[in-house]
Antibody
Framework: QVQLQESGPGLVKPSQTLSLTCTVSGASISDVSSYWSWVRQPAGQGLEWIGRVFATGSTDYNPSLRGRVALSLDTSKSQVSLKLTSVTAADTAVYFC?????????????WGQGTLVTVSS | DIQMTQSPSTLSASVGDRVTITCRASQSISDWLAWYQQKPGKAPKLLIYKASTLESGVPSRFSGSESGTEFTLTISSLQPDDFATYYCQQYNTYPTFGRGTKVEVK
């Protein structure tokens, strides 16, 4: 059973960088048929895809965030990392990591529990 | 980007009701559509992928269908555990989600 666990600071100051880590167990992040994404959800609102990283290390980002976001893999630790720069209050949200299996054919089949990040001074 | 227009935003129903939620894509997405269920404070749960394929372990009262760019999630007989918010998501291009449908107790 695949398990994903997000971790990182719950409070980030405006203009600083938000950094989160997703630790994966029960699956290999080196599996080329799995893609690793981050999705966020502001309180009471819908879901927004942030981006994905492939086993090769290549990435794909939401155009609305491109330029501020960077995803990476650490295969030795089985971790997927998110960095979002120049944050504002609009970046306050619950951040989920999620897996797309089957080379992206199956939607997001596994999710972390989510972690709340608040941007405030 | 591809916009997903989901309706209704809220749906009031009773246990045993047949429930239908619709999503319309702003352009063709083939059958690259998934449906999720989300309960308060929890992560979304995949119900259906490729428009009509039931995820393993999901009850058969859930079904999905498509007609062109219009997609439908049907719950054949609503159960107490089904009161939640449902989202559609296209993955023909970079993923985008509908705004959600909250299924509440009538």
């Amino acid at each position: 059973q695949v398990q994903l666990q997000e971790s990182g600071p719950g409070l980030v100051k405006p203009s600083q960088t938000l950094s989160l880590t997703c630790t994966v167990s029960g699956a290999s992040i080196s599996d080329v048929s799995s893609y690793w994404s981050w999705v966020r959800q502001p309180a009471g609102q819908g879901l927004e895809w942030i981006g994905r990283v492939f086993a090769t290390g290549s990435t794909d980002y939401n155009p609305s965030l491109r330029g501020r976001v960077a995803l990476s893999l650490d295969t030795s630790k089985s971790q997927v990392s998110l960095k979002l720069t120049s944050v504002t209050a609009a970046d306050t949200a619950v951040y989920f990591c999620a897996r797309e299996a089957g080379s992206g054919d199956y939607g997001f089949d596994s999710w972390g529990q989510g972690t709340l990040v608040t941007v405030s001074s | 980007d591809i916009q997903m227009t989901q309706s209704p935003s809220t749906l009031s129903a009773s246990v045993g009701d047949r429930v239908t939620i619709t999503c319309r894509a702003s352009q063709s997405i083939s059958d690259w559509l998934a449906w999720y269920q989300q309960k308060p404070g929890k992560a979304p749960k995949l119900l259906i992928y490729k428009a009509s394929t039931l995820e393993s372990g999901v009850p058969s009262r859930f079904s999905g269908s498509e007609s062109g760019t219009e997609f439908t999630l049907t719950i054949s007989s609503l159960q107490p555990d089904d009161f939640a918010t449902y989202y559609c998501q296209q993955y023909n291009t970079y993923p985008t989600f509908g705004r959600g449908t909250k299924v509440e107790v009538k």
